[in-house]
């Protein structure tokens, strides 16, 4: 499984969690990596990404402050570092990897956050 997830759970409001997503068959050094989340009833939406492992970082507005994207020293590990947790953060959020200059692509298994009191 070329991506694997942790890190979910069930925090209260204004909690902190990170997420990690390890890749067994390669680095990040030549994906850039993205965070994605879908709520219930919802489409899967963007949530963060970094360009080749420690290169540009984007956010999506509503996350734009409180959570970090990052990757290990040695870029086989994605981070998602979630602070000031709101109710509206619930969702199963998923990594992503696509390869740079070609169509390859992996998702991970998806972990569920769940913030409420």
């Known amino acids: 499984v070329p991506l694997v997830e942790s890190g979910g759970g069930l925090v209260q409001p204004g909690g902190s969690l990170r997420l990690s997503c390890a890749a067994s068959?390669?680095?990040?050094?030549?994906?850039?990596g993205k965070w994605y989340r879908q709520a219930p009833g919802k489409e899967r939406e963007f949530v963060a990404g970094?360009?080749?492992?420690?290169?540009?970082?984007m956010y999506a507005d509503t996350v734009k402050g409180r959570f970090t994207i990052s990757t290990d020293n040695v870029r086989k590990t994605l981070y998602l570092q979630m602070n000031s947790l709101q109710v509206e953060d619930t969702a199963v959020y998923y990594c992503?990897?696509?390869?740079?200059?070609?169509?390859?692509?992996?998702w991970g298994q998806g972990t569920q956050v769940t913030v409420s009191s």
């Open positions: 992503k990897a696509e390869a740079v200059g070609t169509n390859n692509e992996y």
């Open positions: 068959e390669f680095t990040f050094n030549y994906y850039v």
């Open positions: 970094v360009v080749r492992g420690g290169g540009r970082t």
